[in-house]
């Protein structure tokens, strides 16, 4: 068989079709490229010889001579050394032996209490590389910071508030319970009751756990599936009334 796919026969196909002939946009031109033409223009025919076009061409006197482009230090000179020497501002003199210092100056300066102040403790850091990087122990983590806490070891606060309503709520039911136990619409199981229940549900899930072995492996009817899915929900809420009977000692039922 061929590659191809051809498509489906039709009368309409022999009809003559009208070719459609897709107008393409016009092309872009900028509005700069005449500007852009002018400025290459100027500036590439002014440069089509060796070099610009007009240069002033040294005489024939003054020829390159040797050593005429390296740059020349100043002389020095004795004018040049005594301008390095001296310096704009002068220095205040030194005082001399017969002058008095200045009297009367105050300051709000306490010296005592500079002297007596506790100079301030450097921040403990510890070094962990041999090129003497350091680190601030504060924000590393091997301080026990977290032990150290003013709340560390209390219970916290949406834990409290949420055995507060557990509890609010057991006493609600609670109060419900007596309620209606005054009324006498409910009772109580006792624990033979409870256990003869709990074994007669057990033993209604081993039964089903036995027909359930008993499948075939091959289910490729709906019957078949039908009759597993069944046995499997079945199974599930026995299993769940178990759980929910061998969880919770005290039971109530309505009386009728």
């Known amino acids: 068989?061929?590659?191809?796919?051809?498509?489906?026969?039709?009368?309409?196909?022999?009809?003559?079709?009208?070719?459609v002939h897709t107008q393409r946009p016009p092309r872009y031109m900028s509005k700069f490229r005449p500007a852009v033409i002018l400025e290459k223009r100027s500036t590439k025919e002014a440069m089509r010889t060796m070099g610009p076009a007009k240069v002033e061409v040294p005489p024939p006197e003054k020829y390159l001579k040797k050593h005429s482009k390296e740059t020349k230090l100043p002389e020095i000179t004795q004018c040049s050394k005594e301008a390095r020497s001296t310096c704009i501002v002068r220095k205040p003199p030194v005082p001399a032996r017969t002058d008095q210092p200045l009297?009367?100056?105050?300051?709000?300066?306490d010296f005592i209490k500079t002297a007596t102040a506790v100079p301030m403790k450097p921040q403990p850091a510890c070094v962990d590389t041999s090129k003497g990087h350091k680190q601030l122990l504060e924000k590393s983590g091997l301080l026990p910071e977290y032990i150290k806490k003013k709340d560390y070891g209390e219970v916290p606060v949406y834990l409290k508030q949420r055995n507060e309503e557990e509890q609010r709520a057991h006493e609600e039911n609670l109060r419900f319970l007596k309620e209606q136990r005054e009324r006498g619409a409910i009772k109580q199981l006792s624990d033979e009751e409870r256990r003869s229940l709990i074994e007669g549900l057990k033993k209604n899930l081993d039964q089903l756990h036995h027909d359930y072995q008993g499948l075939s492996l091959v289910t490729d009817t709906m019957t078949k599936k039908a009759h597993k899915q069944r046995l499997e929900a079945s199974m599930k809420q026995l299993e769940t009334d178990i759980n929910f009977l061998e969880s919770f000692k005290a039971i109530y039922i309505p009386k009728k």
């Open 103 to 109: 009297m009367g100056l105050h300051t709000k300066r």
């Open 1 to 19: 068989m061929s590659g191809f796919i051809y498509p489906p026969e039709s009368v309409y196909n022999l009809l003559p079709k009208e070719e």
